[in-house]
């Protein structure tokens, strides 16, 4: 347990003296920037307006620095060998991961914080910790799928790609699926009925990311505690799914 | 971590002239270009609805405010402002549709339509925004009713169309509940009156008065005294004519 404390204040450290939270600031004064100007144009619902472009540029963000600092982080581990360093003390495999990810974990967690704090001069403090925990949990699943990628294919380009193509296609696979479902396209031919089986096989594989940190939470103040079960319940479903990938990955690797 | 530099001394002074020559050349390229200049481009028709949840990437709300956003700003092309004439209001419309069927909840559509867009100096072209908010008004009249009434003021005052006005008015009565204030209820009487439907007007207000559902003092006298004008008017035909 120790050693996971270790592991996950150090990458902490390597937060702070990558200077990681000088981005998240000036990704604040952005958004800040851009919420002015949005409530500059908007004619009426001025509110709803900056709160939602200013929640939807603040989750792209996000997602954006967190995984590429994961990515960059782990790729640099492999560079200067520090892995090899730890993994060549008495230090189980699965408590270097379970350290990392801890580590990365609570930098999701303290950008999500700062995120949402900035929301709370636009919408109610309810609705908005309802959108900082589901980010927080999306992150989470995002920092997971970093560390997979990363321990798989070892290369910054690879992995973020990777990243980057099952966040968007997470983000769209339902629209993907009433697409495929629509009355023009609902066929009985092989194709379709191949095509069909393979979205829905996708979705199947995939978190159902669109239900989490919806920007109607802060606009229509919509959001309940039943959103966030669901999204509790997909994250640690998700998370140990990806773990467990990352652990059978990081067991096999001849490091 | 703090890197040590060297001091900027040891840059070979090539490197340090080439390094100005190159900001200048690129200065100079920069004002050779000719000044940067759009063609006006057409409002094209919007994507399917199908097409538009996809490009969401599951939050429809932020894609419907940053779609209203570039359709307000769409007059506003290169530094060239646009006339509304200018504008293909059939696009327009059925992009004003797609944002209100992404983002129901959103009043935004229906204020520059009935607000904006009608201001155009095109008898048609308003009434395509009016017949857009009319048509909209049904699927949430609770709080849709603003913006028809804002148009049916524009059907009467601006397009002169006596008979329109009187739809939209109809239709919010219709519609009404009870925090719709009663001016906007009772604006059928006045169009009715306006048009010289002066039986109907009286058939209204006593209606109205009939059902029980106006309760405020002022309000019932108010009615009161309009129905017994109506009645004045109508018993001496001589003087209404005149």
Known sequence: MKSIFTLAALVVLEALRTRFFVVIIILLALGFGLAMFVGQIAIIENVAYQSSLLAAFLRLSAVYVVTLFVITSMVHEFHNHAIYLWLSMPLQRSTYLIGKFSGFALIAAITALLFGAMLLSYVPYQQVGLWTISLFCELLIMTALSLLCVLTFHQIVQAFSVVVGFYILARSITAIQLMAQGPLLNTQSWADQIINFFITSLAMLLPNLDHFTQSKWLVYQTGIFDHLLEIIVQTIVYIILLITMSLFDIYRKNL | ?242
């Open chain 2, 1 to 242: 971590m703090i890197e040590q530099q060297r001091s900027w001394h040891s840059v070979p002074k090539m490197v340090i002239i080439s390094l100005f020559l190159s900001i200048g050349l690129q200065i100079l390229w920069h004002h050779q270009l000719p000044s940067p200049q759009l063609p006006i481009k057409t409002l094209a028709e919007p994507p399917p609805l199908e097409l538009l949840h996809l490009l969401s990437f599951g939050d429809p709300i932020v894609t419907a405010k940053m779609l209203m956003l570039w359709l307000q700003a769409y007059d506003n092309q290169a530094g060239q402002f646009l006339s509304y004439q200018q504008l293909d209001y059939i696009a327009l419309q059925k992009w004003l549709e797609q944002i209100l069927h992404i983002d129901p909840n959103s009043q935004y559509p229906l204020l520059v339509a009935s607000h904006i867009y009608s201001n155009v100096a095109d008898t048609n072209r308003q009434r395509i925004m009016l017949e857009f908010v009319y048509q909209e008004f049904f699927k949430d009249p609770q709080h849709r009713w603003p913006w028809l009434a804002h148009a049916t003021v524009l059907a009467k005052h601006r397009l002169k169309d006596l008979p329109l006005a009187l739809k939209y008015a109809k239709a919010i009565a219709t519609h009404s509940n009870s925090q719709m204030p009663r001016w906007a209820q009772e604006m059928r009487i006045f169009i009715l009156e306006d048009m010289g439907e002066l039986e109907q007007a009286r058939l209204v207000i006593g209606g109205m008065l009939a059902t029980g559902q106006i309760t405020e003092q002022n309000e019932i006298q108010f009615l009161n005294e309009k129905l017994q004008a109506l009645e004045k008017k109508l018993a001496s035909p001589m003087t209404n004519s005149e």
